[in-house]
């Protein structure tokens, strides 16, 4: 299986402030690669597919980069409804695994 | 709007199966460009992905369940089914059916989760 090892696992930070959370794939997996954001009790939701492709309603301050085994979502600048964990997904090759997540919490 | 739901017992007794139905409305599985995949979370823990079913039928699961999960569709009730037999502590989690665009194989669309527990 292609393991995928997020960084932070989690990370304090203030409204405003730009954030950076890692994503790194045990091989190449082009880009491959999906975002979700997660709040508490609920369910995942996309925010970006194929490394950099913003869905649809997500606002511009989330942003995804990378290909092969190294990739990014930025937050350019931290919103209140921002605090929340995030996931990462690899679909290149099945089984599709996640990474273990990254907590975003308030400072 | 494209709807998912889950259902089914929120507690189920060790070696017995666990059965969950995802309902899906808005939109039609039947095209071959989406497919219905269920996925797991552990509590407090990140997310494990099961299997998927389109609906033609064609089916994988992820390995380390260990041939104990099976997906499948009822087409005259839009309805994807889970089973998972054997059950154990291990697989107490909050179960999730989403959305899969083929080709992508990212989840646009998600249940709201359901939560089994396995426990006598």
């Known amino acids: 299986d292609i393991q995928v090892t997020q960084s932070p696992s989690s990370l304090s930070a203030s409204v405003g402030d730009r954030v950076s959370i890692s994503c790194r794939a045990s091989?190449?997996?082009?880009?491959?690669l999906n975002w979700y954001q997660q709040k508490p009790g609920k369910a995942p939701k996309l925010l970006i597919s194929a490394a950099s492709r913003l869905q649809g309603g997500v606002p511009a301050r989330f942003s995804g980069s990378g290909s092969g085994t190294d990739f990014t979502l930025t937050v350019s600048s931290l919103q209140p409804e921002d605090f929340a964990s995030y996931h990462c997904q690899q679909s290149y090759e099945l089984p599709w695994t996640f990474g273990q997540g990254t907590k975003v919490e308030m400072k | 709007q494209v709807q998912l739901q889950e259902s089914g017992p929120g507690l189920v007794k060790p070696s017995q199966t666990l059965s969950l139905t995802c309902t899906v409305s808005?939109?039609?599985?039947?095209?071959?460009?989406?497919?219905v995949t269920w996925i797991r979370q552990h509590p407090g823990k990140g997310l494990e992905w099961i299997g998927y079913s389109y609906h033609s039928g064609t089916t994988y699961y992820n390995p380390s369940l260990k041939s104990r999960a099976t997906v499948s569709l009822d087409t005259s009730k839009s309805q994807f089914s889970l089973k998972m037999n054997s059950v154990t502590a291990a697989d107490t989690a909050v179960y999730y059916c989403a959305r899969g665009v083929a080709g992508g194989d990212w989840f646009d669309y998600w249940g709201q989760g359901t939560l089994v527990t396995v426990s006598s």
């Open positions: 091989q190449s997996i082009s880009t491959y």
């Open positions: 808005g939109a039609s599985l039947n095209s071959g460009g989406y497919y």
